[in-house]
């Protein structure tokens, strides 16, 4: 267990509707990262946040969009769905380190399974 | 980030080092080498990283060669749990709290009894 929490596990759904992910951070750490996995392209990053504050954009499509809240947790939004977005949806997070460099290692958590009908 | 190259599957027989390797020839002096895992659709699982020495946990020991273009991850006595595609990614030392992951295609590892 990792200590990071995603919610739901799995979620169906249909082309042009809008899914919210949710995703909870390990206690204490600052940054949240969203990662898409899907068959042909492999894990891929998409967005990154840190205290509330984005910090960094992947290839994340104009239709998805990100936010972290006061609490640190994040939730990821899914619009206009297409079949082509289904997909395991991964959130990772990680501590600062005082500057130290590379050593803020990601945590992952368990993943939401999208399927889009 | 430096390109990682790595095989992509390898064969270990269960209770024997599984030794994986990576290329990372263009990796930059501020670079690190993490690997990760990841079992069967399951969240990618951290092992290990470092920067210039070898390094070990309970989990694996990383070589990494002198010139660090290469380096090894070494599972000391592998079980059937660690099937897995193993990544090894190489990311710069953070600024400003960035850091994102690049994950290429990785090793499928395959623990056989």
């Known amino acids: 267990d990792s200590g990071v929490t995603q919610t739901p596990k799995h979620l169906i759904t249909a082309t042009g509707q809008r899914v919210t992910l949710r995703c909870s951070p390990r206690s204490g750490d600052l940054s949240v990262y969203w990662y898409q996995q899907s068959l042909d392209q492999g894990l891929q990053f998409l967005i990154q946040?840190?205290?509330?504050?984005?910090?960094a954009k992947g290839n994340i499509l104009e239709r998805f969009s990100a936010q972290q809240f006061p609490d640190l947790h994040s939730e990821l939004n899914l619009s206009s769905l297409e079949l082509g977005d289904s997909a395991l949806y991964f959130c990772a997070s990680s501590a600062p380190t005082g500057g130290r460099g590379g050593r803020e290692t990601q945590y992952f958590g368990p993943g939401t399974r999208l399927l889009v009908l | 980030d430096a390109k990682t190259t790595q095989p992509t599957s390898m064969d270990c027989a269960e209770g024997r080092a599984a030794n994986l390797p990576c290329n990372h020839s263009?990796?930059?002096?501020?670079?690190?080498v993490y690997w990760y895992r990841q079992i069967h659709s399951q969240g990618p699982q951290y092992i290990i990283h470092?920067?210039?020495n070898n390094e070990t946990n309970e989990m694996a020991s990383l070589i990494i060669t002198e010139d660090r273009k290469s380096s090894t991850l070494i599972l000391p006595h592998a079980t059937l749990r660690d099937t897995a595609v193993y990544y090894c990614?190489?990311?710069?030392?953070?600024?400003?709290?960035?850091?994102?992951?690049?994950f290429g295609q990785g090793t499928t590892l395959q623990v056989k009894p």
């Open positions: 946040y840190y205290n509330g504050e984005e910090r």
């Open positions: 990614i190489v990311r710069v030392g953070s600024s400003g709290n960035t850091g994102k992951l690049i």
């Open positions: 263009t990796i930059s002096g501020n670079e690190y």
């Open positions: 470092g920067l210039k």
